[in-house]
């Protein structure tokens, strides 16, 4: 309902503002991704509507699909998991890839963005809790593959992602947040051209606040905003 989305996205904020308050940050450090998937059109509109502009969506169709239908000017930004042969779909609709986790994807990214002469921006995600079920690179080859993907004219890695194992309990996961800073301090002390870590994504509805703590620069919050998704629940 239109009326909730712009209710809880005033009281994201106010959260978002608090947590920049108790960790000395400036809340203009801080962008909200509204995450979309699988809610309809409508809810996207509504949320611009009362202000919110950037929106994550983690399937390539149903993001060209909502980006063609939807005439405001809404940012949009690539969350999920993605396959190469789907990056054709996100050509010209976005303005970040959060989620380039291998040297495959980067290519094809370079390859369909070189056909507009445009610059793809992306941030390589981390799999920090090593799971199984979750895409993302180790720490261990992020140098690696940070040193491959900069090589590459059409593509600008701006930072990191990660979307940490589910915890019960948010401050379970602060680890994992500052593990991610610690990586990023790390790419940008080897001053690698093509490459910055100015982005920091992560935090979810369950975790912002913590990731914000942390430095967080993107968050991603969902159901915090849109109400539950039938998607088969936490993920
Ligand atoms: C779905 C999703 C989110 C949002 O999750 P919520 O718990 O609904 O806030 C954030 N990041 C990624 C990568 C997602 O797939």
């Known amino acids: 309902m239109p009326e909730n989305i712009a209710a809880n996205l005033a009281a994201i904020h106010t959260r978002i503002a608090a947590a920049c ?98 610059i793809a921006d992306i941030l390589l995600q981390l799999n920090l809790g090593a799971e199984q079920t979750k895409s993302g690179t180790t720490a261990a080859a992020l140098e690696k593959l940070v040193r491959q993907v900069a090589m590459l004219p059409n593509l600008r890695i701006r930072g990191l992602m990660a979307l940490p194992p589910w915890e019960d309990d948010p401050e379970a996961v602060r680890r994992y947040f500052r593990e991610l800073r610690e990586l990023a301090a790390g790419i940008d002390a080897l001053h690698i051209p093509q490459v910055e870590m100015n982005e920091l994504s992560m935090g979810m509805s369950h975790d912002f606040e913590v990731a914000i703590e942390e430095g967080a620069t993107l968050v991603r919050v969902g159901s915090a905003i849109f109400g539950e998704r039938c998607d088969g629940g936490k993920r």
């Open 21 to 118: 308050a108790r960790s000395g940050r400036n809340p203009s450090a801080v962008r909200l991704v509204a995450v979309s998937k699988i809610k309809p059109a409508a809810d996207v509109s509504a949320a611009f509507a009362a202000g919110q502009t950037v929106f994550g969506e983690s399937y390539a169709q149903e993001l060209r699909d909502k980006a063609e239908q939807i005439s405001a000017p809404v940012v949009w930004h690539f969350i999920g998991g993605l396959q190469s042969n789907k990056v054709k779909y996100l050509r010209g609709h976005v303005a970040l890839i959060h989620s380039v986790d291998r040297l495959s994807l980067a290519e094809e990214i370079d390859k369909q963005w070189g056909k507009d002469g445009a």
